[in-house]
């Protein structure tokens, strides 16, 4: 490799006054012996003595995910995978188009590299079923899908083969804990590995009641709330929300219902269970609030109660249109 050669106590300050050039060639390592040391560079330069010397390359990482497949896949289905995949922990969960299932493997394998992550699975189902899971096809990496999530300081356990989590739920969830107080009594009536309230619990002092009809979600919960230093308490459950609140004693400042495509069927039970001025955070799926919003207030019109709705966002896009929407109503008495 061409290279300019000098003292080695000059080799600092000639490697500045070339980088500052545009001078040095970036793709090689610079290196020193024992008097002397050498600068990559392209081309000669008067006033150096140049010498041709094996140098070390750099390892250049891509810059972006289209870089590693500009060879692989057209512009516009790069496009489109651009913002497909999800990385939760040591893993990343893809969603490939049926166009490209045939290039599936140097698409997992492009993700594997791009990402440094452990594991690359391919999304081979929606969300189904009352336990809430999706089928995976492993792609790239090891065959492993039980990893750590790491989010506002909290740490998440879960297999992604046995349950739902979406890691894009992050800044909302981060919301609703900001929004709590301390002291509050707080039901999560679909809370899977207990996202909300470990990220809850991990600030603030509350009571969590937390229950999910799917067994492993659960049994991961339970890990989770050993594995995080928790200021509140988290008291789980295993079963379907409706059956599991006839044991509850008490009714709660605070109730989420994260369940968008569900969670307006569960309405009715939401409001016998909130307290007088307590809040239910509400999701769905849909084009606009207004649904959601009718659904809150003719649940509570039928308690004989009315709802004040003192927020609404939309937390993701989930299809044209169509969004995963939150409203954030305080129940009071007619």
């Not at 995910?65 to 893809?94: C, P, Y």
């Not at 992550?117 to 081979?124: A, C, D, G, I, T």
């Not at 619990?201 to 979600?217: F, G, L, M, P, Y």
Request: glycine fraction near 6%.
């Amino acid at each position: 490799m061409k290279s300019v050669k000098v003292p080695l106590n000059q080799l600092n300050d000639t490697r500045i006054r070339l980088m500052d050039m545009g001078l040095m060639n970036m793709e090689y390592k610079i290196k020193a012996e024992e008097k002397f040391g050498y600068v990559p560079i392209n081309n000669d330069i008067e006033g150096y003595e140049i010498v041709d010397i094996a140098l070390e390359p750099i390892k250049q990482h891509p810059k972006s995910f289209a870089e590693l497949l500009k060879d692989e896949l057209s512009e516009d289905e790069i496009e489109t995978l651009r913002t497909s995949f999800d990385t939760i922990g040591e893993i990343v969960i893809l969603e490939i188009p049926d166009n490209l299932e045939d290039k599936k493997q140097i698409i997992g394998d492009a993700a594997l590299e791009f990402t440094k992550r452990r594991s690359v699975f391919m999304k081979k189902s929606a969300i189904k079923g009352t336990t809430r899971v999706r089928d995976l096809e492993f792609l790239s990496g090891i065959d492993d899908s039980v990893t750590i999530h790491k989010e506002h300081g909290a740490r998440l356990k879960l297999d992604v083969r046995e349950m739902y989590f979406s890691p894009r739920l992050a800044t909302e969830r981060k919301r609703v804990m900001e929004s709590v107080n301390d002291g509050e009594k707080i039901l999560d009536m679909f809370c899977g590995i207990g996202p909300f309230p470990i990220v809850i619990a991990r600030n603030k002092n509350v009571d969590i009641t937390a229950v999910d009809i799917n067994e492993s979600a659960i049994r991961y919960l339970k890990e989770n709330i050993k594995m995080n230093k928790l200021k509140g308490s988290i008291e789980t459950y295993t079963g379907d929300i409706a059956v599991v609140s006839n044991a509850f004693k008490t009714k709660f400042d605070r109730i989420i219902m994260n369940l968008p495509g569900l969670a307006y069927t569960f309405l009715d039970l939401a409001v016998d269970l909130i307290e007088e001025d307590g809040i239910i955070n509400y999701y769905e799926f849909s084009d606009s609030y207004e649904q959601g919003i009718k659904r809150l207030k003719n649940a509570c019109l039928k308690k004989n109660k009315k709802v004040e709705i003192i927020n609404t966002r939309k937390v993701k896009s989930t299809s044209p249109g169509e969004w995963h929407i939150a409203i954030d109503g305080k129940v009071t008495s007619e």
